[in-house]
């Protein structure tokens, strides 16, 4: 019951890993502009993702373009671009595999099916979360690196937005359901409740149904000569 109740919080924590991915993909903000130096006075505030740069204005109004093209990118923005949706697709299937490996599900087969299932699903999450660490490591090192380069002005110079510590936090949402899953089932064990029962083969079941039945004839016939029945000693009143 207790391991049941650790896989039922993994794969909760793995749903969420999974979601905060997503949303992290799509959100726009993994860097915003820093506000040092003149940009404390600004009126325009910058936003940049892995699909679209976004711009905010003093009235309230925004714009957001979309990045067209994939080769005129960044190395590390392509590799972010590529892993996060690996992630994705490799946590979405880890999610099904885990589903039929909870042990509170009767789909899924046996014991042993479903242990192999939680693995399979358990290794999904792990490398999910480590698809999903990669980028979220890179863009930071490569954001907090031209923040601190002096060459580069101060209205070029960006902070980590929301985005990646989302991407931070799904990683280690992903990383942890996918140990308990592959933690929560153990190596099978050789025990009495291991044992299969099965049937025996047709020519010696039917040398056994031969048997029975021989010595239900037997017992039939040994029951049927009774001492009371079978009189062959002599009685004194047969001389009388």
């Known amino acids: 019951m207790a391991s049941t109740g650790v896989q039922i919080f993994g ?7 999974i979601m905060g ?21 600004t009126v325009i505030s910058q936003m940049q993702g892995l699909w679209m740069d976004c711009t905010w204005y003093s009235t309230g109004m925004f714009s957001c373009t979309l990045k067209y ?30 589903s039929l490996g909870l042990k509170c599900t009767r789909w899924g087969g046996g014991r042993r099916s479903k242990r192999h299932a939680a693995i399979a699903g ?35 110079k960006f902070e980590p937005g929301g985005a990646v510590y989302v991407a931070f936090v799904s990683a280690g949402f992903l990383f942890t359901g996918g140990c308990i899953f592959c933690v929560s089932c153990p190596r099978k064990r050789h025990g009495p409740h291991d044992l299969v029962l099965l049937p025996p083969p047709p020519d010696k079941l039917l040398l056994q ?24 000693g002599y009685s004194l009143q047969d001389y009388v």
């Open 209 to 232: 149904q031969q048997q029975q039945q021989l010595q239900q004839e037997l017992q039939h016939q040994y029951c049927s000569l009774s001492p009371l029945d079978n009189k062959t």
């Open 21 to 41: 991915a997503m949303v992290a993909t799509l959100l726009p903000n993994w860097k915003v502009s820093a506000d040092v130096g003149a940009n404390i006075i």
């Open 69 to 98: 093209s994939v080769l005129s990118l960044p190395a590390y923005l392509q590799t972010a671009r590529t892993t996060m949706v690996l992630c994705c697709v490799l946590a979405a299937l880890g999610l099904c595999l885990a």
């Open 11 to 17: 794969f909760v924590l793995a749903l969420l890993g």
């Open 122 to 156: 358990g290794g999904c999450f792990v490398a999910a979360g480590f698809l999903c660490l990669v980028p979220a490591s890179w863009f930071t090192n490569e954001v907090i690196t031209n923040f601190l380069d002096s060459s580069v002005p101060e209205s070029n």
